[in-house]
């Protein structure tokens, strides 16, 4: 059996990208840009690209014979950046730590990550610790653009023209601003799930950079009334300037702690936080979370104390959204991580401690049934979806949505209101 170590050492077999369905987009430019790239690599043909739903497109990887040939010049990078450049990006400046003293711009490169984190910056001679080669690329910066200067370097270091992982190389700059967003698959289902529908009431709880407020917006036609919050205040600015290239309106973005976006003393309006009880029909609830689902993870520096410290957030925010929920209302649960604590164990928690709620299929249902461990019912664990690499006789997962990253989403609904007994906790 595929150990969840490995599986989230590898990268995902494709590339998702969300279109926005207000703009709809050009795919010309794609097939255009990927000929070009194909001159220079030289395979039998461009990658495969199709829509598995009409807002969501599938770019497959370059099948290439033989593999790529490498230069010998190395440039060590980051262990995030070396993640970054197999799944199709281009190395950028901060993340260089290493290169040697005699490439010129232009040479082609052979790009490793810097497993160990011991690399240090501005390394001249080839690295000794443990290192992963990631891709082959042409250098753009010189060592004195990258180290010499005395302040952080920005912009391409590393042009990639093939990551080790064969995905392409081609990111959103490749279409007019605000048609398509690079996203995780099972983030795409995560907005199919919370299906947003005109004129709805919808809070999406932490939502900054806003790539599912978008989605729902998108999904709604422009006709939802969204309401996003996120705790801090430079990424709620990105929210509004992803919500501005996309053509959305229907959002309205908050920097706000939604752990108190329900107040007690509040009746009535609901345009902007804290919010009376039992005002929205849905709540988008995209936790802060142990991130361990993100794939390939070269590295993983969390400490197991970290890690156990999400699921008492995650608890308090769930309480406030049980709250603002109308009876009636979804409760819709998601987290990017693979723990069980945070996923099967919160669906858990929050049955035993509100008897309000009730589990509800998270339709439509792509991923994995959740897992088994913690207590949920064969029945419980089938209305969730857990995205990894587990086999399960429960429900088969098709190919592309365990060729993705580790996710877990959970829909409630609330069937009465809440009581006060849990409403003071
Ligand atoms: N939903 C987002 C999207 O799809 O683009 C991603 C959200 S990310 C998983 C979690 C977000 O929660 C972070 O942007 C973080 O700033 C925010 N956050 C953490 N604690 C919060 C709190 N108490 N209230 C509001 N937002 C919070």
Not at 83 to 96: D, I, K, S, T, W
Not at 268 to 283: L, T
Not at 394 to 408: A, C, H, M, S
Request: hydrophobic share 35%.
């Amino acid at each position: 059996m595929h150990s969840i170590q490995n599986w989230l050492s590898e990268t995902p077999k494709y590339t998702t990208f969300r279109i926005n369905k207000l703009k709809g987009t050009d795919l010309e430019k794609l097939t255009k840009f990927l000929t070009e790239q194909n001159e220079e690599l030289n395979a039998p043909e461009i990658p495969k690209f199709y829509f598995l739903k009409p807002d969501c497109l599938i770019l497959e990887q370059w099948m290439l014979e033989p593999a790529i040939a490498t230069s010998g010049k190395e440039v060590i990078v980051d262990a995030l950046c070396a993640a970054a450049v197999l799944r199709g990006a281009h190395v950028f400046a901060p993340g260089v730590l290493g290169l040697l003293s005699d490439c010129k711009m232009n040479d082609k490169v052979d790009i490793y990550g810097d497993l160990e984190g011991k690399c240090k910056r501005g390394l001249k001679i080839p690295y000794t610790g443990r290192k992963r080669f990631v891709g082959v690329g042409y250098l753009k910066m010189l060592r004195c653009d990258l180290f010499d200067k005395g302040v952080q370097p920005s912009g391409i270091a590393v042009h990639t023209i093939l990551p080790e992982s064969r995905l392409p190389v081609v990111n959103e700059t490749l279409f007019p601003k605000g048609e398509v967003l690079l996203q995780n698959l099972p983030s795409i289902v995560t907005g199919w799930v919370v299906n947003a529908l005109p004129n709805e009431n919808i809070l999406d709880m932490c939502a900054a950079p806003g790539n599912k407020t978008t989605h729902l917006a998108e999904m709604s036609d422009n006709k939802a009334h969204i309401i996003a919050l996120d705790k801090t205040e430079y990424k709620v600015k990105k929210i509004k300037q992803n919500c501005e290239s996309h053509g959305i309106t229907c959002v309205e973005a908050f920097s706000f702690d939604s752990t108190m976006c329900y107040s007690e003393d509040h009746f009535g309006e609901i345009s902007k936080p804290p919010f009376p009880r039992n005002c929205f029909d849905k709540v988008l609830l995209d936790a802060p979370c142990s991130g361990l689902g993100q794939r390939p993870q070269l590295v993983s520096k969390m400490d197991p104390k970290t890690i156990d410290s999400y699921k008492y957030l995650q608890r308090k925010l769930f309480t406030t959204a049980l709250k603002v929920l109308k009876t009636g209302g979804k409760l819709i649960y998601s987290t990017c991580t693979v723990t069980l604590d945070e996923n099967e164990g919160m669906v858990l928690w929050a049955l035993e401690k509100f008897p309000c709620l009730k589990l509800v299929p998270a339709e439509p249902l792509l991923g994995g049934p959740g897992l088994d461990n913690v207590g949920l019912s064969n029945e419980q664990r089938m209305m969730v979806q857990r995205f990894g690499p587990e086999n399960d006789s429960l429900r088969p997962t098709e190919d592309i949505y365990k060729n993705t990253i580790g996710f877990f989403i959970a829909i409630f609904t609330k069937i009465h209101d809440i009581d006060n007994h849990n409403i003071q906790k």
